[in-house]
Antibody
Framework: EVQLVESGGVVVQPGGSLRLSCAASGFTFDDYAMHWVRQAPGKGLEWVSLISWDGGSTYYADSVKGRFTISRDNSKNSLYLQMNSLRAEDTALYYC?????????????????WGQGTLVTVSS | DIQMTQSPSSVSASVGDRVTITCRASQGISSWLAWYQQKPGKAPKLLIYAASSLQSGVPSRFSGSGSGTDFTLTISSLQPEDFATYYCQQANSFPPAFGGGTKVEIK
C-alpha cells in the first residue's frame, strides 16, 4: 500500500524558515518524480515544486522560486521542502504527491497518491 | 502558463442525478488532463487521467471526455459519497495547473 506521510508544519513568523518532510512507503521511491502541492485555507490547489526521480532536476512555481528548495534522499525514501523567507501568503496545507509516471525525468504531472498534508501557518 | 477554468463553481444535485462539470484550458492541451475529487478534510484523489482513463478503483459512474481546450467530467448517477469538490488539472506543459474547483452539494 502506497503511503505518504508529511511532517514539519508549524506556526512560523514572516521571514522565517521551515523544513517539511514526506516519508514514502509502498512503492519504489527512486523510480518516480515527486511533487509538493499546497492548498490555502478554503482555497483551491496550487502546484509548488517537482523533483526528478534521481534528484538531479528541480522545478518551482514562480510564487516560491528563489525561496523554496525541494530535495530528496532516496536511501531514506524521503522528500523534503526547505522553505525560507516565508510570507503570509505561504500559509497553506502542504501535500506531497507521487507522480504517476515511472522513470520520467520530469514526471507526467499526474498525481496518483497524496499524503494527508501538513499545515504551515505564517503569522506574527 | 496555461490557465484552467471550471464551471460551474458549485452545483446542487440530488442522489441519482446526472452531473456534468466543465473545464476549459486557455490553450490546447491535447488529452493531458486529470480530474480529482476532494472531500472535506481529506487529500485529493485522482479519478481520471489522460482526459478519459479511469484510475484503478474508481467507480464506472465517473467518466471524462474532451480534448484540446474543452473537457467534461460526468457522474452518471450521483451517490451520497460523491458530494465533494472536483478539480481539473492540466498535465500538458510546465507548470501543471489546477482549475478553481467545482463543489457538488446536496439539493
Amino acid at each position: 500500500e502506497v503511503q505518504l506521510v508529511e511532517s514539519g508544519g508549524v506556526v512560523v513568523q514572516p521571514g522565517g524558515s521551515l523544513r517539511l518532510s514526506c516519508a514514502a512507503s509502498g512503492f519504489t521511491f527512486d523510480d518516480y518524480a515527486m511533487h509538493w502541492v499546497r492548498q490555502a485555507p478554503g482555497k483551491g490547489l496550487e502546484w509548488v515544486s517537482l523533483i526528478s526521480w534521481d534528484g538531479g532536476s528541480t522545478y518551482y512555481a514562480d510564487s516560491v522560486k528563489g525561496r523554496f528548495t525541494i530535495s530528496r534522499d532516496n536511501s531514506k525514501n524521503s522528500l523534503y521542502l526547505q522553505m525560507n523567507s516565508l510570507r503570509a501568503e505561504d500559509t497553506a496545507l502542504y501535500y506531497c504527491a507521487k507522480d504517476m509516471g515511472p522513470g520520467a525525468e520530469r514526471g507526467v504531472y499526474y498525481f496518483d497518491y497524496w499524503g494527508q498534508g501538513t499545515l504551515v501557518t505564517v503569522s506574527s | 502558463d496555461i490557465q484552467m477554468t471550471q464551471s460551474p463553481s458549485s452545483v446542487s444535485a440530488s442522489v441519482g442525478d446526472r452531473v456534468t462539470i466543465t473545464c476549459r484550458a486557455s490553450q490546447g492541451i491535447s488529452s493531458w488532463l486529470a480530474w480529482y475529487q476532494q472531500k472535506p478534510g481529506k487529500a485529493p484523489k485522482l479519478l481520471i487521467y489522460a482526459a478519459s482513463s479511469l484510475q484503478s478503483g474508481v467507480p464506472s459512474r465517473f467518466s471524462g471526455s474532451g480534448s484540446g481546450t474543452d473537457f467534461t467530467l460526468t457522474i452518471s448517477s450521483l451517490q451520497p459519497e460523491d458530494f465533494a469538490t472536483y478539480y481539473c488539472q492540466q498535465a500538458n506543459s510546465f507548470p501543471p495547473a489546477f482549475g478553481g474547483g467545482t463543489k457538488v452539494e446536496i439539493k
